[in-house]
T-cell receptor, first 113, second 111 residues
Framework: GNSVTQMEGPVTLSEEAFLTINCTYTATGYPSLFWYVQYPGEGLQLLLKATKADDKGSNKGFEATYRKETTSFHLEKGSVQVSDSAVYFCALTLDTGRRALTFGSGTRLQVQP | DTEVTQTPKHLVMGMTNKKSLKCEQHMGHRAMYWYKQKAKKPPELMFVYSYEKLSINESVPSRFSPECPNSSLLNLHLHALQPEDSALYLC??????????FGSGTRLTVV
């Protein structure tokens, strides 16, 4: 079946540190890949997406590149801020079969001043 | 307008109560979703409606009953819930699977 694996959290960083959150996937076919962010007490917001191999999604300083050869979609940011503290979910969807988002387990990021 | 609006934001209900969660979007999206999210867990898919017809039911207990009265509205009717059903219930919509829009959720507590 289709699945998404994320690195365990929490990830604790100091402000202005470099961030990487690993995400790998298993899918039958060619999925679209997403990163969603959830701030405390809120719903999910789309952070970025990529729909085909080698695409790079980017938004608010965050980037992720769709790597088909390693089935990965790692999230990176060059300099994190305290306001980036949240839970980050990697997700995929396919345009056949179960047409809904499949989420990874989520990674909590805590950025300290 | 890229909003998915969910009401109420918070709900406390007894195990014998009947209540409904509501979700509304005006983006013309023809697919709408209910997800359940427990604390510190990812969202779990419950139901999918496509063109106002139920297309996916992820083996959800019958005490949860979805309804899609029209293309903009999605309801989740709740009856005889258990304390373990306490969670954040998220609604989402999409048009072409390229982007999903989520509401801010209803935080449900069953007492």
């Amino acid at each position: 079946g289709n699945s998404v694996t994320q690195m365990e959290g929490p990830v604790t960083l100091s402000e202005e540190a470099f961030l990487t959150i690993n995400c790998t996937y298993t899918a039958t076919g060619y999925p679209s890949l997403f990163w969603y962010v959830q701030y405390p007490g809120e719903g999910l917001q789309l952070l970025l997406k990529a729909t085909k191999a080698d695409d790079k999604g980017s938004n608010k300083g965050f980037e992720a590149t769709y790597r088909k050869e390693t089935t990965s979609f790692h999230l990176e940011k060059g300099s994190v801020q305290v306001s980036d503290s949240a839970v980050y979910f990697c997700a995929l969807t396919l345009d056949t079969g179960r047409r809904a988002l499949t989420f990874g387990s989520g990674t909590r990021l805590q950025v300290q001043p | 307008d890229t909003e998915v609006t969910q009401t109420p934001k918070h709900l406390v209900m007894g195990m014998t109560n009947k209540k409904s969660l509501k979700c509304e979007q005006h983006m013309g999206h023809r697919a709408m979703y209910w997800y359940k999210q427990k604390a510190k867990k990812p969202p779990e898919l419950m139901f999918v409606y496509s063109y106002e017809k139920l297309s996916i039911n992820e083996s959800v207990p019958s005490r949860f009953s979805p309804e899609c009265p029209n293309s903009s509205l999605l309801n989740l009717h709740l009856h005889a819930l258990q304390p373990e059903d306490s969670a954040l219930y998220l609604c989402a919509s999409s048009q072409d699977l390229g982007q999903f829009y989520f509401g801010s959720g209803t935080r449900l507590t069953v007492v």
